[in-house]
């Protein structure tokens, strides 16, 4: 006579089997506290992270952020009233100054690398009184978009605002060109300043990294990328390969070290693929942008990868792709929903050319009020 065993009666049967000391409960309890406590506990400030809390930090964080930002400002403009005037006569990369600001300090620890390196301001507000402009005008060659019209426009008043974005940067870009005649130009707009070690990581790139065909004959290449948008799972499919990487190097590691201190004899794969997943699960929603920041020990760990569409506080064109860029951009009419960005990136395949963007960002991006998008409540998120 046979009996049959039910399957509740067999999986009561396995778990009776398992214990505290088993492989299996060990990482049930590793995943748990990890997810679910540890992570959270520090990464729950983090705004880019899956673990922030905005509802607890994201208006506190906002308001600090703009009282940060006011201070900056503030001294910045304390800095340039009390620097001599250079009337334009000296490049300002080579003043000496007691306490230089941003580019300019930037410039001057580039040092002789730096040498040929020029500041130029372009001013697109339609008053040429503008104070920004008047004030840094004593010590930047700047190009006043509107200055000598006949009225407050200078160009067709039913002009949208993306397409007047657009043909403001054009005449900048165009400007650059004119009055340098350079290699390269580097567009940043006003809501976006430098991180400390841009010049460095870009002789590195312009020397050794742009030297490659591929890379030379590029449209131009993006110093900024949006936070919320460099995790894994997003449109960008080249990050799967790296995600990927991320596990196949950390997997093997925590295995190694979870089998010495567990006295696991051997190795175990089913293990290593835990961890493998695990490691790749813990860097996303800890951030991917948190990670990044690791490539800033050295220039030659920044990574060059084909740009997105989004986002141009700070571009990079050499003078032959800024020439076709001119001519590219002529062609079409921003619009809301299709701004220069999109313009730009549009350009790409239709022309056939490519673009790439630098990891991790270059530039911060510090602008929280838009003149495209008014919002009379900005936050950081």
Same mark, same amino acid.
Request: charged share 20%.
């Given at each position: 006579?046979?009996?049959?065993?039910?399957?509740?009666?067999?999986?009561?049967? #396995?778990?009776? #089997?398992?214990?505290?000391?088993?492989?299996?409960?060990?990482?049930?309890?590793?995943?748990?506290?990890?997810?679910?406590?540890?992570?959270?506990?520090?990464?729950?400030?983090?705004?880019?992270?899956?673990?922030?809390?905005?509802?607890?930090?994201?208006?506190?964080?906002?308001?600090?952020?703009?009282?940060?930002?006011?201070?900056?400002?503030?001294?910045?403009?304390?800095?340039?009233?009390?620097?001599?005037?250079?009337?334009?006569?000296?490049?300002?990369?080579?003043?000496? +100054?007691? #306490?230089?600001?941003?580019?300019?300090?930037?410039? %001057?620890?580039?040092?002789?690398?730096?040498?040929?390196?020029?500041?130029?301001?372009?001013?697109?507000?339609?008053?040429?009184?503008?104070?920004?402009?008047?004030?840094?005008?004593?010590?930047?060659?700047?190009?006043?978009?509107?200055?000598?019209?006949?009225?407050?426009?200078?160009?067709? @008043?039913?002009?949208?605002?993306?397409?007047?974005?657009?043909?403001?940067?054009?005449?900048?870009?165009?400007?650059?060109?004119?009055?340098?005649?350079?290699?390269?130009?580097?567009?940043?707009?006003?809501?976006?300043?430098?991180?400390? %070690?841009?010049?460095?990581?870009?002789?590195?790139?312009?020397?050794?990294?742009?030297?490659?065909?591929?890379?030379?004959?590029?449209?131009?290449?993006?110093?900024?990328?949006?936070?919320?948008?460099?995790?894994?799972?997003? @449109?960008?499919?080249?990050?799967?390969?790296?995600?990927?990487?991320?596990?196949?190097?950390?997997?093997?590691?925590?295995?190694?070290?979870?089998?010495?201190?567990?006295?696991?004899?051997?190795?175990?794969?089913?293990?290593?693929?835990?961890?493998?997943?695990?490691?790749?699960?813990?860097?996303?929603?800890?951030?991917?942008?948190?990670?990044?920041?690791?490539?800033?020990?050295?220039?030659?760990?920044?990574?060059?990868?084909?740009?997105?569409?989004?986002?141009?506080?700070?571009?990079?064109?050499?003078?032959?792709?800024?020439?076709? +860029?001119?001519?590219?951009?002529?062609?079409?009419?921003?619009?809301?929903?299709?701004?220069?960005?999109?313009?730009?990136?549009?350009?790409?395949?239709?022309?056939?050319?490519?673009?790439?963007?630098?990891?991790?960002?270059?530039?911060?991006?510090?602008?929280?009020?838009?003149?495209?998008?008014?919002?009379?409540?900005?936050?950081?998120?």
């Amino acid at each position: 006579m046979s009996t049959s065993t039910s399957p509740a009666a067999m999986l009561l049967r #396995r778990l009776r #089997r398992l214990s505290w000391g088993s492989t299996a409960v060990q990482l049930f309890i590793l995943t748990v506290v990890t997810f679910g406590l540890l992570a959270p506990l520090a990464c729950h400030r983090l705004l880019h992270s899956y673990f922030y809390l905005r509802h607890w930090h994201l208006n506190q964080m906002s308001q600090e952020f703009l009282q940060q930002s006011l201070k900056e400002g503030e001294a910045a403009l304390h800095y340039f009233e009390e620097l001599p005037s250079a009337n334009g006569s000296v490049p300002i990369v080579w003043q000496a +100054t007691p #306490r230089p600001w941003l580019f300019h300090r930037l410039l %001057q620890q580039c040092g002789p690398q730096c040498e040929g390196h020029q500041l130029f301001l372009c001013n697109v507000e339609r008053s040429v009184s503008h104070f920004d402009a008047k004030l840094l005008s004593k010590y930047v060659p700047v190009a006043n978009r509107y200055e000598g019209t006949e009225d407050d426009y200078g160009d067709d @008043p039913s002009t949208n605002s993306f397409e007047k974005e657009k043909q403001d940067y054009v005449y900048c870009l165009e400007s650059s060109l004119q009055t340098y005649n350079p290699d390269y130009v580097l567009m940043v707009e006003d809501d976006a300043i430098p991180e400390e %070690q841009i010049f460095p990581v870009l002789e590195h790139l312009l020397r050794a990294r742009f030297s490659e065909p591929h890379l030379r004959d590029a449209l131009y290449l993006k110093l900024y990328h949006p936070e919320r948008l460099q995790h894994y799972i997003n @449109p960008e499919p080249m990050r799967i390969l790296e995600w990927v990487g991320v596990g196949m190097l950390l997997g093997p590691l925590l295995t190694w070290i979870y089998m010495r201190f567990a006295s696991r004899p051997g190795f175990s794969w089913p293990v290593m693929l835990f961890f493998s997943l695990y490691s790749m699960g813990l860097v996303e929603l800890v951030g991917r942008h948190y990670f990044l920041e690791l490539r800033r020990l050295s220039p030659s760990l920044y990574s060059v990868v084909p740009a997105s569409q989004c986002c141009t506080p700070a571009m990079l064109f050499p003078a032959p792709a800024a020439r076709r +860029t001119l001519t590219y951009l002529s062609q079409v009419y921003c619009h809301k929903g299709f701004g220069k960005d999109m313009a730009l990136y549009s350009l790409l395949r239709a022309k056939g050319e490519r673009a790439y963007v630098v990891e991790p960002n270059l530039v911060k991006h510090i602008g929280l009020f838009s003149s495209l998008r008014y919002n009379f409540h900005p936050s950081l998120l």
